[in-house]
Nanobody, 126 residues
Framework: QVHLVESGGGLVRAGGSLRLSCAAS????????MGWFRQPPGKEREFVAA???????????YSADSVKGRFTISRDYANNTIYLQMNSLKPEDTAVYYC????????????????WGQGTQVTVSS
């Protein structure tokens, strides 16, 4: 079992920044990808960004078109923690953000077999 704990959500004005963190514990040797999803009010959950392990600590990163150039995902290898730096936030970024862990990018994005965090609320006011 892998346990994920998110932090860093909150209320921010449009144009502002927030950084989300997600710390993984437990059987972390079984995961090879971690990422972020979000669920806006009244909408389905959607993929935001992911980082996939590779050799020599040169992870591959992926992000949704809606956040490219504004959000950056990164990983602290020593502490099994990932971060989502969110800049130039827009009201449409308002959502509950969930951390996820899985065995690869395809399975992570598909979602059914992920480990999930409890979610953290991000609210962007106009």
């Amino acid at each position: 079992q892998v346990h994920l704990v998110e932090s860093g959500g909150g209320l921010v004005r449009a144009g502002g920044s927030l950084r989300l963190s997600c710390a993984a514990s437990g059987r972390t040797f079984s995961i090879y990808a971690m990422g972020w999803f979000r669920q806006p009010p009244g909408k389905e959950r959607e993929f935001v960004a992911a980082t996939v392990w590779s050799t020599w600590r040169t992870d591959s990163t992926y992000s949704a078109d809606s956040v490219k150039g504004r959000f950056t995902i990164s990983r602290d290898y020593a502490n099994n923690t990932i971060y989502l730096q969110m800049n130039s936030l827009k009201p449409e970024d308002t959502a509950v953000y969930y951390c996820a862990a899985g065995t690869g990018i395809a399975t992570l994005r598909q979602g059914d077999n992920n480990y999930w965090g409890q979610g953290t609320q991000v609210t962007v006011s106009s």
